[in-house]
């Protein structure tokens, strides 16, 4: 404690000293600021480098090409509004069923669709880099058949992308359940786009039911669908690695995809009757990333009023609000601006020394973090710095006014002496609790920051760097702040303008009657007492007669243990995931897309099974066990959509119809690739022998990549369906000499099922790779889509919270026990206090959730906020343990009754105002954000945390501490509380 007192003592002699070098050293440190970088690449955010996920997803580019970037707009209905609008049909709901509002497969929906398509895929973009280019999607689209047009999938399709098809087709129905009527499409193969690619059905459209309106007059045909939805999917390529390729495709996707689509948008919305209430949704690649960026800008408005309302009430608390003089906005003022200056040397250190860059999430938790851990110890040093300046009776502007009559008043110099001493009694007193805080808090952000998911390494790190800071700016600028602010007083100067100062004027008779009624004892007895504070004294003379009864002891412990059971049955079914919408601003327009896309959504997204290595394809065995492996896959049915378009299979059919395509070949009726008659070894069954020999193995990579160039057009594909041309990405050979000789890398494409949920998307994650993982000892695969990388997390993340928490905990429990002169019994209780609220935060969610249409989930964001909580934990327990042996040690009780009320005491209005009122300010803005992660992550959790904290830090905590928090009680309080009933009701309060 000597260094705490040497600390204040030169903090309070040299105050703007004190203050001027930590300005000036926090503006040095800010100085790192300008390298700040805030990563909005959500799979920088929230994916580990070193994943499985993420080494499938490199070793998948590498082989392939990156996923595409995918543009999508979605045409539908509400199915409230167009029940509305039908009855308002002609005929209303019981008329002509074929004008039904509900179904947009009809010729005013697909044609506007359509326009609107042609528009997008014509839009040419004026670039400025480089040389002024025309770029339009020809330039960036994927083509999965060389020399053919863009992929698109579309309804248009069904009509080749030909307008006049589409306005000409007497049965638009029947063409969606391919069989058409249309004269000039009935000369191509039914359901294939003008790419010869099949249509799939459950792609293009969504929200599909049987359409009994329009029968099939062919009783083996397709059932014509109705549809509530068309959607529109433009792939284009992608290319990370190429920032020019990058900002161009960004460029297009602005102006061609994004700006075209909200203009028609907005047209819909319009034209509501004459679509009757089609309306238009759409999301772009870099609709995440911009997303992000409005979120951005709306929070930091948020976070800037939030800020706003709590340096209001720190200020209005600490001081008196109606008077110039003794009002303290100057001491808030500093104290805001230190907690900003320690995040800003936080961030500016990690992003300089440390080369991080800083995530959203680290930007819109670790301000309230420090803010409240900041504020709390503002309050504690203000209220420990005032007790002992009414305690020494040093100066005010009241007692100064009694120098004008002739009253004895301590010299200005003796003054000083005593502020220093007082300043460095304050930090003696509370300096060690702080402390205590501080490397608790530290260190226990710094396990966190073991995991490896990268948004929750950030803000782990940044956090332990920002309250050492902190900490560090309290005990010395704050402490000058304190002395300043007390000099002012004195001098009677005006808060805020210090240049102005009140000047008194009494008569004598008023004088000598203030200087007797300032000198007499009541007077500064009244003084002192008004100096507590309201809170203070109901605290002193309420809560705590009150929270010391026995029935309210036990009723407090009991309601402990129900907390932690209720927490307990509710942590196993709070769901995993984040839901998309939340991620997004409510007024954004991914907000409506991911809610169309989730409700009425027929089909996932594009996937692969990828066999990673080069594997000996003319092995029987191995390829035996390939096709075991697609029969196995293809049983997990609830995820995926058959079938698995396998080049194994087709190749191997082609091989199959060898003898019979030789025939067609020597009529000149088809025009396959010519292949060996004779068959390879591992075509050969139970390994008998050919008459007429075998072709070499070498030879099989080369016919393989024969057969990738059937082209879709042949008389190959479109009259035997050998269509090798579509397999021509989906391998990667390994040459010699430019002759193939085994493949690096193939994979099979199929569909996933449309994922309606969270549990879906986890789920298709889990029993897609428990499949793959069965066979990893024989074969190197693995499943692989776009969205599998942001999904592995949720198979370990509860394990990561779980040794995150604990490990916390344990950093706390050995940072108090050393730092507490080694008192395990305290040590233990703090612990168990801080185990016990995060433990009710999961409570709190479950509870909320039961209550609630949109659920708290446990992801990246809700693991950040349960490390905070066990930091906020930390702070709302650790200064009452602090001051529990304070008493112990200075004598101040016997009992560990008479400790726990000097505890409550000294602290107890602290923690109410200081880090309980306050917050409950701060989050009370957060529930008006616009974000919806805002609102179901932060205001909710954070409004969790300060309820938690304050029961287990003004309830639970000294009650425990009553009971077992001394081990010599006289008598043992823990006894004397299990014999309360033999010893009557009727002893004193202070016996227990």
């Known amino acids: 404690m000597a260094w705490f007192y040497l600390i204040g003592k030169y903090a309070s002699r040299y105050p703007f000293r004190t203050s001027f070098a930590a300005m000036v050293v926090s503006a040095v440190l800010c100085l790192g600021l300008v390298q700040m970088r805030v990563q909005n690449d959500p799979q920088k955010l929230w994916v580990p480098s070193t994943s499985v996920a993420a080494h499938e997803q490199s070793r998948f580019n590498d082989l392939f090409h990156p996923f595409f970037r995918v543009q999508q707009l979605i045409f539908y209905v509400d199915s409230d509004e167009a029940s509305k609008l039908e009855n308002a049909l002609p005929g209303g709901a019981d008329g002509n069923c074929s004008t039904t509002a509900k179904d947009l497969i009809e010729l005013k929906y697909l044609r506007k669709m359509a326009e609107i398509q042609d528009e997008i895929s014509q839009f040419v973009v004026q670039t400025k880099h480089p040389h002024h280019r025309e770029v339009g999607l020809e330039e960036f689209c994927y083509r999965p058949i060389k020399e053919k047009g863009c ?218 973090l420090i803010l409240a851990i900041g504020v709390d110890n503002m309050f504690i040093l203000t209220n420990e710095f005032d007790r002992l300046k009414e305690l020494r009776g040093h100066t005010s502007s009241n007692t100064a006014t009694t120098s004008y009559f002739s009253m004895r008043v301590r010299s200005r110099h003796e003054d000083d002496v005593m502020l220093e001493r007082v300043t460095g009694e304050t930090l003696s007193n509370v300096g060690p609790s702080i402390a205590v805080a501080a490397v608790s808090e530290c260190l226990a952000f710094l396990v966190g920051a073991l995991t490896k998911i990268p948004a929750l390494e950030t803000f782990c790190i940044v956090a332990a760097v920002a309250v050492m800071v902190d900490f560090v700016l309290q005990i010395t600028w704050f402490a000058a702040a304190l002395t300043l602010d007390a000099k002012r007083v004195r001098a009677r100067r005006y808060d805020l303008f210090p240049w102005l100062r009140q000047s008194v004027c009494l008569s004598p008779d008023k004088s000598a009657m203030l200087g007797e009624k300032l000198s007499s ?110 029969d196995q896959f293809s049983s997990v049915h609830q995820y995926i959509q058959l079938p698995i378009y396998s080049w194994l299979n087709t190749f191997n059919q082609w091989r199959q119809l060898r003898y019979f395509l030789q025939e067609k070949i020597d009529e000149e009726l088809c025009d396959c690739p010519i292949q060996p008659l004779d068959p390879f070894a591992y075509e050969l069954r139970n390994g008998s022998n050919p008459s007429s020999g075998t072709t070499p193995d070498s030879e099989f990579y080369p016919l393989v990549q024969n057969f990738t160039r059937i082209s879709i057009e042949s008389k190959c594909c479109q009259q035997f369906g050998l269509c090798g041309a579509q397999f021509e990405d989906d391998i990667v050979f390994k040459l010699s000499n430019e002759t193939p000789v085994g493949i690096e890398g193939s994979r099979m494409r199929f569909q996933i099922n449309a994922l309606k949920n969270q549990s879906m998307f986890i789920n298709s994650y889990y029993y897609l790779h428990k499949v793959t993982n069965s066979w990893k000892h024989k074969l190197p695969v693995f499943p692989y889509t776009l969205f599998f990388v942001y999904y592995e997390q949720y198979t370990y993340i509860q394990g990561v919270a779980l040794q995150s928490i604990l490990l916390a905990l344990a950093v706390v429990f050995f940072s108090i026990y050393w730092l507490m002169h080694r008192n395990a019994r305290l040590s233990i209780l703090v612990t168990i206090c801080v185990l016990s609220m995060t433990l009710s935060q999961l409570g709190f969610i479950f509870i909320w959730n039961r209550f609630s249409s949109i659920s708290t989930s446990i992801n990246a964001v809700s693991v950040v906020n349960l490390l905070a909580c066990v930091g906020l934990g930390v702070e709302f327990c650790v200064h009452m343990a602090h001051q529990f042996t304070f008493s112990q040690d200075h004598r101040l009780g016997t009992t560990a009754n008479d400790h726990t009320k000097h505890a409550l005491t000294s602290v107890g209005a602290s923690i109410i105002s200081g880090i309980t009122l306050t917050k409950f300010c701060g989050i009370g803005v957060l529930a008006f954000a616009p974000s919806m992660l805002f609102r179901v992550y932060f205001f909710r959790m954070y409004i969790g945390i300060v309820l938690a904290g304050f029961f287990h830090g003004m309830v639970l905590l000294p009650v425990l501490l009553s009971l077992f928090g001394q081990k010599d009680a006289y008598p043992d309080d823990f006894s004397s509380f299990l014999l309360s009933e033999e010893l009557g009701d009727d002893m004193e309060v202070d016996e227990y």
């Not at 003008?194 to 397709?222: K, T, W, Y």
């Not at 409005?294 to 001081?319: D, E, R």
């Open 521 to 630: 004892p009541v007077a500064i007895a009244s003084s002192a007492a008004h100096g507590q504070g309201k809170i203070k004294a109901f605290v002193e003379k309420t809560y705590m007669p009150f929270i010391m009864r026995r029935p309210v002891k036990l009723m407090v412990l009991l309601s402990g243990m129900f907390l932690v059971w209720v927490s307990c049955l509710g942590f196993t079914r709070i769901p995993l995931g984040l839901e998309q919408e939340l991620a997004v601003p409510t007024d954004f327009y991914l907000h409506e897309y991911f809610q169309a896309q989730t409700r009425l959504g027929e089909a996932g997204p594009p996937a692969y099974l990828v066999i990673g290595e080069e594997i000996k394809y003319t092995d029987g065995e191995v390829q035996m066990q390939l096709n075991q492996l697609l």
């Open 151 to 368: 992929l698109v999938t579309s309804p248009f399709q069904y009509w080749r992308s030909n307008l006049t098809l589409l306005e000409t087709d007497p049965n638009i129905k029947l063409t969606t359940a391919c069989q058409t009527t249309q004269p000039d499409l009935k000369e191509y193969s039914p359901c294939m786009d003008q790419n010869g690619i099949p249509v799939m059905r459950g792609v293009v459209f969504g929200g599909l039911a049987n359409d009994s309106c329009h029968l099939n007059p062919d009783p083996c045909g397709e059932v014509t669908p109705r549809a509530k939805a068309l959607m529109v999917t433009f792939l284009l390529k992608n290319d990370p690695s190429n920032a020019t390729y990058t900002e161009l495709v960004e460029e297009w996707e602005r102006q061609a995809f994004i700006d075209i689509a909200s203009r028609h948008q907005a047209e819909l919305h319009n034209a509501t009757a004459k679509f009757n209430g089609m309306k238009l949704t759409f999301m772009a690649e870099r609709s995440i990333s911009d997303s992000l960026k409005v979120q951005t800008s709306q929070n930091a408005f948020i976070v800037i009023i939030s800020y706003a309302v709590m340096f209001l009430y720190v200020s209005m608390a600490l001081g008196k609000f109606n008077d110039p003089i003794h009002s303290r906005f100057g001491l808030g003022l500093t104290g805001i601006l230190i907690v900003l200056l320690s995040l800003g040397i936080s961030l500016g250190v990690c992003c300089s020394l440390f080369q991080m860059e800083v995530t959203m999430i680290t930007l819109e938790v670790v301000p309230f």
